[in-house]
């Protein structure tokens, strides 16, 4: 057993070959292979620095494990099942290579920080990845914003006409989604960038480890304070996962108004052919599947984040096996995340908007009712008056079917005498959007200035992009 096994000292029977299958995790943490050699050449060169390995051997086992490294990533390696995970077919390879000089790579560390400091490692990574996705996305939706801000369309609350705005101001709030997406990364990111490695098992070691060195090679901020928090901890995946579901949350919302939009009964949108798909048996048929798509896997990555809450709820100190369980469902929506942000870019990016129907549609179900009732209030009228005013009028509209805009004075007048003239230009769709310039809301002067904003907010973070490379 002993020879099959580093940890198999104290066995004397060899494991089921289905426990074999059940107990790895080779299948699926492979791909912190960087990562995980990463982390061993910065602690192998620790333990020569501070004497705990002659620094020959120290030498040698960094050469080796970087020439491994070059195998794997030319395909030249190929993974054993039985060696469990990525660590101990690491280290099971060196030290086909190296011999007994490889088996001295472990001294001071246990698989549960090195697995910790693997997942903090490869999360870093992939949340500059998902960082870098949002911003292009962000960049497109600007620039959208950019090519519609006169571009005015419904308004809606419970899915119902309420004012008119503009297609820039409506895209725009998704801009904002996404640029807290972001921030929220960076904030995990903090909480993740924390070296757990020299925790041990849960108890650190009585070798003199040097973890500032370790930390510093590694490009990490600080260190774990406590060993057996250091091991345990998977905040920072948890964290994650919940990052990642806000992203989704995100698009998935867009992508149920893309799915409306380019409806027939809507026609807001077309899809370019390219991001659609047709019907087996209706020819007529034009799908939005991809956003359709994004929506579903949604649950998805809502679901990641539910296995892993439910996992960790209760555990006690310090690691336990049922860990494992939290690489999957990361990389599960990594994957899933990284694969969804590009379609629905270039999706968005190549759709056709259809200025007429928006604006058609604009124009029916009263938007500018309330413009008509701050019309009234300007004129000295209290609020609840005006409200009562102009409910009375569209009850009129509905009965006439007829639009606001289309009723003569005399009408106006009929229900209050207040109105004058001014009042078709006051609530002209026009002046309903344009006269709202508060902060935030959907004026040309304030998009245009809120589309610069964000322009420069894309070139901050392609300039602190390029810094960190």
Known sequence: MSKEKLWGGRF???????TDHFHSSISFDKRMYKQDITGSVAHAAMLGKQGIIPMEDSILIQKTLKEILADIE????????KAEDIHMNVESILISRIGDVGKRLHTGRSRNDQVALDIRMYLKEEMDNISSLLAELIEVLNNIAKENVNVIMPGYTHLQNAQPVTLAHHVLAYVEMFKRDISRLKDTYKRTNVMPLGSGALAATTYPLDRIYVMEQLGFDSITLDSMDGVSDRDFAVEFLADCSLIMMHLSRFCEEIVIWSSRQYAFIELDDAYSTGSSIMPQKKNPD????IRGKTGRVYGELFALLTVMKGLPLAYNKDMQEDKEGVFDAIDTLKMCLPVFTNMVKTMKVNKENMYSAAKRGFMNATDAADWLVKQGMPFRSAHEVIGKLVLYCIEKDKALEELT??????VSPVFTEDVYEAISLEKCVNARTVDGGPSEKYIRGLIDINEQYIKDIKTTAEVEK
């Open 12 to 18: 004397t029977k060899s494991t089921d070959s289905f």
């Open 74 to 81: 030319a395909g030249k390696v190929s993974f054993d099942e």
């Open 290 to 293: 991809m956003a359709e798509l």
């Open 409 to 414: 004075l005399e009408e106006y007048k009929a």
